[in-house]
């Protein structure tokens, strides 16, 4: 899970948040909240990572500007007991290497507008 501070941007990646009322992760003295991720492209941008089977790996990629001011910051592969994220520079290409792993999410996150998501098949 992924949270983030609405006043100052600060961005926390969240193994296991407290449950507790009125707890959490906090920050300029508010509570952080959860970025959602989309599936669906709505946007000139794109932002869906696609996936290319490659044998026992897959290549990750997003056909998305890289600017100084607009990016895919990172590109991740999640499963239930797995992890893995390659984050990128404006002045990179957004396309990372991971294990084929069929099921598991592949989470792409533009600066600007989010996190997006695609299931490997």
């Known amino acids: 899970m992924i949270k983030k501070c609405l006043k100052c941007g600060a961005m926390v990646e969240v193994l296991k948040d407290c449950t507790c ?39 990750v990629s997003v056909p998305h500007v890289m600017e100084d001011d607009h990016y895919i910051a990172y590109l991740a592969l999640e499963d239930k007991n797995y992890y893995a994220r390659k984050n990128f520079l404006p002045t990179d290409k957004p396309v990372a290497t991971f294990p084929y792993m069929p099921g598991s999410k592949v989470i792409s996150y533009c600066n600007k507008h989010g996190l997006w998501s695609t299931i490997v098949k």
């Open 21 to 59: 009322d009125n707890c959490g992760i906090k920050c300029c003295g508010e509570q952080m909240v959860e970025l959602k991720e989309n599936s669906v492209e709505c946007a000139v941008e794109k932002h869906l990572p696609v996936v290319e089977v490659k044998g026992k790996e897959i290549m």
